[in-house]
């Protein structure tokens, strides 16, 4: 069982910068998939950003150019630098941690973290 732990939310000015931080509790998360998602008030859970075990990203057309997924595998950690914030960036944000072994699928989620985007 691999547990994620979120950091780094906060509030921000529009067009302010926060950087998200997703811990995992052992090493095994090198060959996972790591994402992040997200969930406004009254919205369903929508994608944000991933990063495969290789290394190649991939983000959702609203966060695109703005926003940049990495990963640390020596520290068991996934990052979210979010720049230039708009209030529509509101949301709770979740890490998530997936891998498909072929005979089994591990999808682990964390607690959530707030982003809150406002003057």
């Known amino acids: 069982q691999v547990q994620l732990v979120e950091s780094g939310g906060g509030l921000v000015q529009p067009g302010g910068s926060l950087r998200l931080s997703c811990a995992a509790s052992e090493s095994s998360i090198s060959i996972y998939a790591m994402r992040w998602y997200r969930r406004a008030p009254g919205k369903q859970r929508d994608f944000v950003a991933a990063i495969t075990s290789g290394g190649r990203t991939y983000y959702a057309d609203s966060v695109k150019s703005r926003f940049t997924i990495s990963r640390d595998n020596a520290k068991n950690t996934v990052y979210l630098q979010m720049n230039s914030l708009k209030p529509e960036d509101t949301a709770v944000y979740y890490c998530?941690?997936?891998?498909?072994?072929?005979?089994?699928?591990?999808?682990?989620w964390g607690q959530g973290t707030q982003v809150t985007v406002s003057s």
């Open positions: 998530n941690a997936f891998w498909n072994s072929g005979l089994s699928v591990y999808d682990y």
